[in-house]
């Protein structure tokens, strides 16, 4: 605990000086080879790489993702190692530790999830005030003292809350919120976090999301023995960003998949098997339906077999693209693709094959007419572009009709070509299972899209 108070008021030094603080931030931790190595780590991960080359000195990850950012990475990553490192605990003391970091490191995603419409600087500011808004609790958890092994016995005899809060209150003549309210003031944690602590019914959307990010958490760790009261926490965080419940779920869900990730890109894999199950958010119902496809790159190969023997002799247009969808669906592993075709007028665009879930729902309504300048469809068709969109799309980008059919996971996009003419556009998402698209899964897909391009222009010549 006392290398992160370190190393966080070297941080907050450094946020102050904006002319020198990208090259002292280099310098400042390049002796500390772990962190160095956990910073870039999470720098190359999908939530923050998006698409770039692969980012290799913690000066280039500051240039490309800002220092805000980078700041709570590193922020992140010496409250993980500090806390995991944590010696001489009795297993169940360690154990609560961990769940407890878990759900803290959940709560973070959420919040910062919560205010997605919001600039950067306030989503990581959000981040790390939720991450910590525990951090008066894990600094006790983590001292490995007497009285944190009896205090653990005492309350896991107990389940009702009022109790337990008594039990704390009597063993540390305190409770957990005023310790962390102390480490933070004392630390110089920013004004933020000590808000949301001493005043968390305030209404500002930032506080809110960390209030309600945290509760959310917490009902979910306990959501088998407590259901209504996850679904009371949903309903509130759904109100708030004006969404459905069930919408709001959908995005809970692709969250804690996101979350899973990053644990294991921080080194903190040990943690994924405490994260809060997210099967509970769905009715087993929707479960038995959710058909999860992983990557099979056999498949890949033989259906870019199939393509390539296509592209020597004339073959029927609907024979190239079911084999070129196959591949993208069941190869990569995505959970539903299509190939729409333009109109005669050029003005709208109809599902010609759809696969995957909810395929015959997708021929029906995947009609999208092509809107003004600037959006996503129109860059595809006239630039010929190949596009990969991740979560977060600005809706104006996007387009009215798209943004209300396509999932916030993300999708990808490209052109069908015949003879250097775009006759129609793939599509191919993750919506059902609500998880992230990677850069290695734009790149199968590309290949796909380009081979069977291919095959269209040999058969147009022949």
């Known amino acids: 605990m006392p290398a992160l108070c370190s190393t966080i008021r070297t941080l907050e030094k450094l946020a102050k000086d904006d002319v020198s603080s990208m090259a002292i931030l280099g310098r400042s931790i390049m002796h500390d080879n772990a962190l160095t190595s956990r910073i870039l780590r999470v720098a190359n991960s999908a939530i923050y790489n998006k698409g770039i080359s692969p980012v290799t000195t913690v000066s280039r990850a500051a240039v490309v993702l800002g220092f805000d950012t980078i700041r709570n990475i590193c922020i992140t990553a010496k409250l993980l190692s500090s806390l995991l490192e944590s010696k001489n605990l009795t297993p169940s003391v360690y154990q609560r530790l961990l769940k407890l ?26 981040f790390i005030a939720a991450l ?9 958890w983590s001292t490995g003292a007497e009285l944190a092994e009896e205090l ?7 389940s009702d809350a009022v109790s337990r809060l008594n039990l704390v209150r009597e063993a540390l003549g305190t409770s957990f919120n005023q310790l962390s309210q102390g480490l933070a003031r004392s630390w110089g944690l920013g004004e933020l976090l000590c808000k949301s602590l001493s005043n968390p019914d305030e209404r500002t959307p930032e506080i809110r999301s960390i209030f309600l990010a945290n509760k959310l958490s917490e009902a979910l760790a306990g959501a088998s023995l407590k259901p209504e009261e996850l679904e009371r926490r949903l309903k509130q965080a759904a109100d708030m960003l004006k969404l459905d419940t069930d919408e709001f779920r959908g995005r809970v869900l692709r969250c804690s998949n996101a979350t899973a990730k990053l644990a294991e890109a921080y080194g903190a894999k040990v943690l994924i098997e405490y994260l809060p199950d997210t099967d509970l958010l769905l009715p087993q119902e929707r479960l038995a339906e959710v058909v999860v496809r992983e990557e099979n790159l056999a498949f890949q190969l ?5 393509l390539t023997g296509f592209a020597v002799e004339k073959t029927d247009f609907n024979k190239v693209v079911t084999t070129a ?39 029906n309504d995947f009609i999208l007419e092509l809107e003004g300048r600037g959006t996503l469809l129109k860059d595809c068709i006239e630039n010929q572009r190949l596009i990969w969109q991740g979560e977060g799309a600005d809706k104006a980008v996007l387009g009215e009709q798209l943004a209300r059919k396509v999932p916030a996971s993300g999708f990808l996009l490209a052109p069908l070509q015949v003879d250097n003419k775009v ?40």
């Open 325 to 363: 969808l196959e591949g993208i669906l069941e190869g990569i592993g995505l959970d539903r693709c299509a190939v729409l075709l333009l109109s005669p007028s050029r003005r709208m665009l109809q599902p010609r094959i759809a696969l995957g879930d909810g395929a015959e729902e997708m021929k």
């Open 423 to 462: 006759i129609g556009v793939y599509y191919a998402d993750r919506a059902s299972s609500g998880r992230d698209i990677h850069p290695e899964d734009f790149d199968s897909f590309s290949h796909f899209v380009q081979l069977a391009n291919i095959c269209f222009s040999v058969a147009f010549r022949h």
């Open 101 to 126: 970091m878990a759900q803290a490191f959940q709560a973070a995603m959420l919040a910062k999830m919560m205010l997605d419409g919001y600039d950067e600087e306030l989503q990581e500011e959000v």
């Open 152 to 158: 653990d016995s005492a309350l896991s005899a107990e």
């Open 302 to 306: 033989k259906k870019l077999r199939e």
């Open 132 to 140: 910590l808004y525990h951090l008066g609790e894990s600094a006790f």
